[in-house]
C-alpha cells in the first residue's frame, strides 16, 4: 500500500483566452493527482486527507474510489471545498491562484495510525503550507520515517500561499531528514535555494529534478547522477504533470521491490533510467490532455519499466 497524504481540491480551468473566460471546475490537487495516477497504473493506493461533505467532496472521492483507491483514512469536514484558480499560459504552463480560507482540507488532524501494509508515504503541495493541517502532516511525516516507512515529498512550491518564503525555507530544510525521495521541478528548487548535493547530505536517499520537455535528472546520495530527456507531445497543458512523475517513481520502486534506502541505493544506471524514462513517458500522457488526466498502466505498457 502506498499513502498519499495531502490535500483535495477544485481546479478552475480557464475555457478560453483573457480574464473574463468561462471557468470549467475540474478535480484536482498535487496530492490527489498524484493518488489518482497510482490507481490508474495499478499501485495498491489509499488517500490520507480531510474533504469536505459539500458537492465537490464527493465528487472528489467518488473519482477516487472509481480509480481503486482506498479512502478509508479520508477525514469529512462541513467547511467548504477549496478553490485554485487556474491560468494556462501560451506554452501550456499552469499558474494558480487559491481561494483557501475556512476550507475542509487544512483543518486535517494527525491520524492514529497508518492503513495496514503501509509501505511509502507520500506528502506536498499547499497540505504543508495551511495551518493547522500543515504541522499535522508534518508530524505525520516525522513519524512514518521513524518507523522506517518510504517516505517521499515534492513541494511542488505555490509561493502565493506562503506568507513568509525564508521561513518556508527553514522548514523545508528541516524536513530532509525524514525524506527518502525528493522530487521538485527545477523552479521549485531555483526557489527553495541550495542544490540537490546539499538536499542530499540532510537526508534524502535521491533527489529527482523535473525540467519540463527537457526530461528527468536524478542524483543519488552516493554520488551519481543520471538524466533522460523529455518525451516530446503537442502539449494542451501541464497541470498534473508533475504529480504523474511522483505516481510513476513510486509505482516504478514498488514493482522493483525497492520502497526502501537499501533498494534505492540498488538501482544502478540502467535502473534509474528505465524508471525515469517512465515518469518521462508517463507525464508526456498527462500532458497531452486537458487538465490532470495520468495515464492508465495499459497506456504505458510499450515503455518497460
Known amino acids: 500500500m502506498i499513502v498519499v497524504a495531502g490535500e483535495a481540491l477544485i481546479d478552475l480551468v480557464p475555457q478560453g483566452a483573457g480574464a473574463l473566460a468561462a471557468l470549467t471546475p475540474a478535480l484536482g490537487g498535487g496530492p490527489f493527482n498524484t493518488a489518482v495516477a497510482l490507481g490508474r497504473l495499478g499501485s495498491p493506493t489509499a488517500f490520507c486527507s480531510r474533504v469536505s461533505r459539500d458537492a465537490f467532496g464527493e465528487a472528489l472521492l467518488e473519482r477516487l474510489r472509481a480509480t481503486g483507491v482506498d479512502v478509508s483514512s479520508v477525514q469529512r469536514g462541513d467547511e467548504p471545498t477549496t478553490l485554485a484558480v487556474a491560468t494556462v499560459g501560451a506554452d501550456g504552463s499552469a499558474a494558480y ?80 531528514p525524514s525524506v527518502s525521495l525528493l522530487k521538485l521541478s527545477a523552479e521549485d528548487a531555483e526557489w527553495l535555494g541550495g542544490s540537490p548535493r546539499e538536499w542530499l547530505a540532510a537526508g534524502p536517499t535521491a533527489v529527482v529534478v523535473t525540467r519540463g520537455g527537457d526530461g528527468l535528472t536524478v542524483f543519488t546520495r552516493e554520488g551519481a547522477e543520471y538524466a533522460v530527456p523529455g518525451e516530446r507531445v503537442t502539449v494542451v497543458d501541464t497541470i498534473g504533470a508533475g504529480d504523474t512523475v511522483n505516481a510513476a517513481l513510486l509505482h516504478g520502486l514498488a514493482e522493483r521491490d525497492a520502497l526502501s534506502d537499501e533498494g534505492v541505493a540498488a538501482l544502478g544506471a540502467e535502473g534509474w533510467e528505465s524508471l525515469l524514462g517512465f515518469a518521462a513517458a508517463a507525464a508526456a500522457i498527462t500532458c497531452s490532455r486537458a487538465g490532470a488526466e495520468p495515464p492508465y498502466a495499459h497506456e504505458l505498457e510499450p515503455q518497460a519499466l
Open 97 to 176: 491562484s487559491f481561494y483557501v480560507e475556512g476550507t475542509a482540507d487544512r483543518l486535517f488532524t494527525e491520524p492514529e495510525a497508518l492503513p495496514a501494509g503501509t509501505r511509502a508515504v507520500s506528502f506536498g503541495t499547499c497540505s504543508l503550507v495551511l495551518e493547522p493541517g500543515a504541522s499535522a502532516y508534518e508530524a505525520m511525516m516525522r513519524e512514518a520515517s521513524a518507523r522506517g516507512v518510504f517516505t517521499a515529498l515534492d513541494p511542488n512550491i505555490r509561493a502565493g500561499l506562503i506568507p513568509d518564503a525564508d521561513a518556508y525555507r527553514a522548514r523545508f530544510r528541516d524536513w530532509l
